[in-house]
C-alpha cells in the first residue's frame, strides 16, 4: 500500500508512455517489486527497462562480488 503500485498501473494504463523505466534497488526486494509491477502490466503493456547495474564509480573491483560483475557485464556499453 505505501509504494502506490496500483496507481502507477493505473497510470501506466491511462496514459501514452513510451516506456517504463523501473528505478528499483538492486535488493532481492526491488527485484521482486520490479517482477510484480511487470506480471501486473502484463506482456502487451510499454515497453518496460531497469536502470543499468554493476560496478559503482569510486569503487574498488577486488570487492565485487559475482553478481555485481554480472550486471556490470550485461549492463556495459561501448567506450
Known amino acids: ?11 501506466v494504463r491511462r496514459g501514452k508512455f513510451r516506456e517504463l523505466i523501473m528505478g528499483t534497488n538492486p535488493t532481492l526486494e526491488g527485484d521482486g517489486t520490479a517482477l ?13 527497462t531497469r536502470l543499468a547495474r554493476g560496478i559503482t564509480t569510486g569503487s574498488v ?10 550486471d556490470a557485464l ?5 567506450f
Open 36 to 48: 510484480y509491477i511487470s506480471n501486473l502490466l502484463g506482456p502487451d503493456s510499454i515497453p518496460m
Open 61 to 70: 573491483l577486488e570487492f565485487a562480488n559475482k553478481e555485481i560483475l554480472a
Open 1 to 11: 500500500d505505501q509504494l502506490t503500485i496500483q496507481a502507477l498501473v493505473d497510470r
Open 74 to 78: 550485461a549492463g556495459r556499453q561501448k
